[in-house]
């Protein structure tokens, strides 16, 4: 029969805990997850924040009942709560008095028990203070000894007179099985608990002592190899000894790397590592780097591919409305999928290595893009500008500090397959120094005959890349170094004609700068004289990268009045209205050459931003024979204008020149534009044309341009870049080019429109130069009158040979 005063009587909420006992004035953090203990700890929230802890008789039960539990447990206080993830909750208690469980209440989805405090039996007589403090002496020594405590405990135990508070603080620290802490919190005796410690704590202290003898023994009696490999064994025990979830982890990483059904070698090679991880300290520095290979291995594709896309026609539609133009590329693309789709399945087509090659703004990363897409596949881009060390391509050994995989391996890695479209952009901005050369390292990677093995250091195992579809770019095809140049294959973008620059601004352009400043598709209309105005007056350039930036800034302006004034209507742009949008034009489109001149004679070269027009001049002043060349020439055309001399002074009595000129007077060449640098091997006959012209006083007509390197003998050689120099000229408004004989093959890269309104004229030697370039027509005075019957009898030296005339290409940035 219930009594009222057990009916009435104070009830607590009951947390049961595994192996956990709790002693008063003892602060522990607890994880609960059961849902009955997570409710008791809410109900005591709710209430005072009290709750009684117990520890199970027997750990492995999950679900106890009043028999499992102990008699004799600690009265806590929630110090705090705070939820995790999962619905668990962590909890700190702090124990607060010993606590006798008298009755357990079991109907709700928890415990609540009655309890009542346990009473300890102390008296503080002399031999209990003595007690007191020969325990306090022995902890003491206990810390010297063993380094057990914390400063902050061994400040509390110096500090305590009280035995119960002794005694609790020192079971906490010294004993860690659960059946020998709970004999301890129901030992209600705390002179008997000091007593137990004593012993406790004495007798670690001989043992301490003894393991330090046989230590100083055995170190006498073993010489340093054998030390160490004591200290291995010791090392391997204690590890076997704590790491038995280690083991099942290893295990598991074994059955991961199983699954993953790598190449034997590959295998074979971490299955030893994962043996090796296994020996280690947890915290061996060794053991770290040695995980890391493991992951890197396991990050990497080995078997994982998507499958092409190879249907042509969906490729040329992605490529077309991705780019206006570049028909050779799409053309070689298409090709390259057609073979891919009737070799399929046979393992014939390896590793595909395109090179485009072109100056900056024309397109050649957005048509890797392109590409990737039309073929569905993974796209990475790696950029190789400023690369210097070859650690950044081949990785670094694992035996360095911070050592990783190089940048070839780190792309797969990205990509997550084994036959990905990866741009190197940039390939010709590489560079070498004593870390050494990265381009040689490019060798294997775009290799085909070895990059189905590619060795990276940081892997140490072969990786195959064949798969891989490399497309490179670069500005200058010069700046690769030949035995790589080799590897590839290389396709040239030399620029955009004014034409194909208005279709791009219109079809991709100028919709994507609208989206981007929040503009209606049909904000802005620009006509096609505004278009070319905008592309001769505000842009000098064979991409369209500088374009694109005046479009955005067309589309600022727009977008200001849309906020400013609220202006909603369509903005339609004209030739009026242009400088109000761009402000002046910035470059000139007609050079203002005028009427044919004496001495000058229009060039033409090749720069990073397509073709230019090179005007030379020549001044003939009284003087001792000496020639000065201005204009920031470099050493290729200062060699032309010193060739060209020695052929006016070769040919002058053909040329109705006086023989002794030079001993006369002095020559200044100069090409107009000083602060930019132009050299090239295609200046010779511009300079020599000026230069004839200067000492004969015929003008050279001002409505043709040429180019092409001279010999001494008079021999026009072929030069590069004939399409970039035809755009430049056509551009300007000149219709009649004179290029080498040996450049008619050159034609077929001229756009059709353009070769359509030009005159080419084909020319072997300067004497056809000189008969199409200067004007006899206008007479001067101290003209010789047989000077052109004499040209047109005359004809050209009998060629010996020379090394000079061997065909010469254009520089990158030259004549």
């Known amino acids: 029969m219930v009594s009222r005063y057990d009916m009435y009587s104070v009830r607590y909420p009951l947390l049961p805990l595994k192996n956990v006992v709790i002693f008063p004035r003892n602060v522990v953090t607890l994880l609960v997850g059961r849902t009955r203990s997570i409710q008791a700890v809410e109900e005591a929230m709710s209430r005072d924040r009290r709750i009684v802890v117990v520890a199970h008789r027997d750990a492995s039960v999950d679900d106890p009942r009043p028999d499992d539990l102990y008699q004799i447990g600690t009265l806590a206080e929630i110090v705090s709560i705070e939820h995790q993830q999962g619905g668990n909750i962590q909890v700190a208690l702090e124990g607060l008095s010993r606590v006798e469980i008298l009755q357990f209440d079991g109907p709700r989805p928890f415990y609540t028990v009655r309890a009542e405090p346990a009473v300890e039996r102390v008296t503080l007589t002399p031999e209990a203070q003595a007690l007191v403090h020969y325990v306090r002496d022995l902890a003491r020594q206990h810390q010297e000894a063993k380094n057990t405590f914390s400063s902050d405990v061994m400040e509390m135990v110096r500090g305590l007179n009280d035995p119960s508070h002794l005694a609790d603080l020192l079971t906490t620290q010294l004993i860690r099985d659960a059946s020998q802490r709970q004999s301890f919190l129901e030992n209600l005796d705390p002179l008997n608990r000091l007593e137990m410690l004593a012993v406790q704590l004495a007798t670690d202290l001989d043992l301490a002592s003894l393991e330090q003898r046989i230590k100083e023994r055995v170190r006498e009696q073993i010489d340093k190899n054998q030390r160490e490999y004591f200290l291995r064994e010791q090392l391997k025990a204690i590890h076997d000894e704590l790491s038995g979830e280690g083991g099942n982890e290893m295990e598991a990483l074994r059955e991961k790397i199983r699954a993953r059904k790598l190449p034997q070698d590959v295998e074979e090679k971490l299955l030893r590592e994962v043996s090796r991880l296994e020996r280690m300290p947890t915290v061996s520095a060794e053991g770290t780097v040695v995980r890391n290979y493991i992951d890197t291995l396991l990050a990497l594709p080995w078997t994982e591919m998507t499958e092409d896309n190879l249907d042509l026609d969906h490729a040329e539609q992605v490529l077309n409305a991705d780019h206006f133009g570049l028909d050779h590329v799409k053309e070689r693309i298409i090709e390259f999928?057609?073979?891919?789709?009737?070799?399929?399945?046979?393992?014939?087509?390896?590793?595909?290595?395109?090179?485009?090659?072109?100056?900056?703004?024309?397109?050649?990363?957005?048509?890797?893009?392109?590409?990737?897409?039309?073929?569905?596949?993974?796209?990475?881009?790696?950029?190789?500008?400023?690369?210097?060390?070859?650690?950044?391509?081949?990785?670094?050994?694992?035996?360095?500090?911070?050592?990783?995989?190089?940048?070839?391996?780190?792309?797969?890695?990205?990509?997550?397959?084994?036959?990905?479209?990866?741009?190197?952009?940039?390939?010709?901005?590489?560079?070498?120094?004593?870390?050494?050369?990265?381009?040689?390292?490019?060798?294997?990677?775009?290799?085909?005959?070895?990059?189905?093995?590619?060795?990276?250091?940081?892997?140490?195992?072969?990786?195959?890349?064949?798969?891989?579809?490399?497309?490179?770019?670069?500005?200058?095809?010069?700046?690769?170094?030949?035995?790589?140049?080799?590897?590839?294959?290389?396709?040239?973008?030399?620029?955009?004609?004014?034409?194909?620059?208005?279709?791009?601004?219109?079809?991709?352009?100028?919709?994507?700068?609208?989206?981007?400043?929040?503009?209606?598709?049909?904000?802005?209309?620009?006509?096609?004289?505004?278009?070319?105005?905008?592309?001769?007056?505000?842009?000098?350039?064979?991409?369209?990268?500088?374009?694109?930036?005046?479009?955005?800034?067309?589309?600022?302006?727009?977008?200001?009045?849309?906020?400013?004034?609220?202006?909603?209507?369509?903005?339609?742009?004209?030739?009026?209205?242009?400088?109000?949008?761009?402000?002046?034009?910035?470059?000139?489109?007609?050079?203002?050459?005028?009427?044919?001149?004496?001495?000058?004679?229009?060039?033409?070269?090749?720069?990073?931003?397509?073709?230019?027009?090179?005007?030379?001049?020549?001044?003939?002043?009284?003087?001792?024979?000496?020639?000065?060349?201005?204009?920031?020439?470099?050493?290729?055309?200062?060699?032309?204008?010193?060739?060209?001399?020695?052929?006016?002074?070769?040919?002058?009595?053909?040329?109705?020149?006086?023989?002794?000129?030079?001993?006369?007077?002095?020559?200044?060449?100069?090409?107009?534009?000083?602060?930019?640098?132009?050299?090239?091997?295609?200046?010779?006959?511009?300079?020599?044309?000026?230069?004839?012209?200067?000492?004969?006083?015929?003008?050279?007509?001002?409505?043709?341009?040429?180019?092409?390197?001279?010999?001494?003998?008079?021999?026009?050689?072929?030069?590069?870049?004939?399409?970039?120099?035809?755009?430049?000229?056509?551009?300007?408004?000149?219709?009649?080019?004179?290029?080498?004989?040996?450049?008619?093959?050159?034609?077929?890269?001229?756009?059709?429109?353009?070769?359509?309104?030009?005159?080419?004229?084909?020319?072997?030697?300067?004497?056809?130069?000189?008969?199409?370039?200067?004007?006899?027509?206008?007479?001067?005075?101290?003209?010789?009158?047989?000077?052109?019957?004499?040209?047109?009898?005359?004809?050209?030296?009998?060629?010996?040979?020379?090394?000079?005339?061997?065909?010469?290409?254009?520089?990158?940035?030259g004549a």
């Not at 109705?656 to 640098?677: N, S, T, V, Y």
């Open 337 to 813: 999928l057609a073979v891919r789709k009737l070799t399929q399945g046979r393992g014939a087509i390896g590793a595909q290595i395109l090179c485009l090659v072109g100056p900056p703004g024309v397109g050649k990363t957005s048509l890797g893009r392109s590409i990737a897409t039309a073929m569905g596949r993974k796209l990475v881009r790696v950029s190789l500008g400023g690369v210097r060390d070859e650690a950044e391509i081949r990785g670094h050994r694992r035996t360095y500090i911070g050592a990783f995989p190089g940048r070839i391996i780190g792309a797969m890695k990205t990509a997550g397959t084994i036959n990905p479209v990866i741009v190197l952009d940039e390939i010709d901005k590489m560079a070498s120094d004593y870390r050494g050369d990265p381009a040689a390292a490019m060798l294997e990677v775009l290799d085909p005959e070895q990059n189905h093995a590619f060795n990276d250091h940081y892997l140490d195992v072969p990786y195959d890349l064949s798969k891989v579809m490399f497309i490179a770019t670069a500005n200058s095809l010069y700046a690769i170094p030949k035995p790589l140049r080799d590897r590839m294959e290389i396709i040239e973008i030399s620029g955009y004609t004014e034409h194909e620059k208005i279709e791009i601004g219109r079809r991709h352009l100028l919709p994507k700068q609208l989206d981007a400043h929040g503009l209606a598709p049909d904000q802005i209309e620009i006509p096609q004289k505004v278009w070319m105005r905008i592309i001769r007056g505000y842009t000098r350039e064979a991409g369209v990268r500088n374009l694109e930036r005046q479009i955005a800034s067309i589309c600022r302006k727009v977008a200001r009045d849309v906020v400013v004034k609220g202006r909603t209507k369509r903005v339609r742009l004209t030739l009026a209205r242009l400088e109000d949008y761009l402000g002046p034009e910035r470059y000139g489109f007609d050079p203002k050459i005028g009427e044919s001149q004496v001495g000058v004679a229009i060039g033409l070269g090749t720069t990073e931003v397509g073709g230019e027009l090179i005007p030379v001049e020549v001044a003939v002043m009284p003087g001792r024979g000496s020639l000065t060349i201005t204009g920031r020439a470099g050493d290729v055309m200062q060699e032309s204008a010193r060739a060209a001399l020695s052929y006016a002074r070769s040919r002058a009595d053909a040329l109705g020149i006086e023989p002794d000129f030079q001993e006369k007077h002095d020559l200044h060449i100069h090409l107009p534009e000083g602060a930019i640098p132009k050299d090239g091997p295609s200046a010779g006959i511009t300079m020599a044309t000026a230069l004839i012209s200067a000492l004969t006083k015929h003008p050279v007509r001002s409505d043709i341009a040429m180019t092409g390197e001279i010999t001494l003998r008079g021999r026009v050689l072929p030069i590069g870049g004939l399409k970039e120099k035809t755009i430049a000229a056509h551009r300007v408004g000149i219709r009649r080019l004179i290029a080498p004989e040996d450049n008619r093959r050159d034609l077929v890269t001229v756009p059709e429109q353009i070769a359509a309104d030009m005159e080419f004229i084909w020319v072997e030697n300067m004497d056809q130069v000189i008969a199409e370039a200067i004007d006899f027509g206008a007479a001067k005075a101290d003209i010789d009158p047989t000077l052109e019957k004499r040209l047109n009898e005359s004809t050209t030296q009998p060629d010996v040979g020379s090394l000079t005339d061997l065909p010469v290409q254009d520089a990158v940035a």
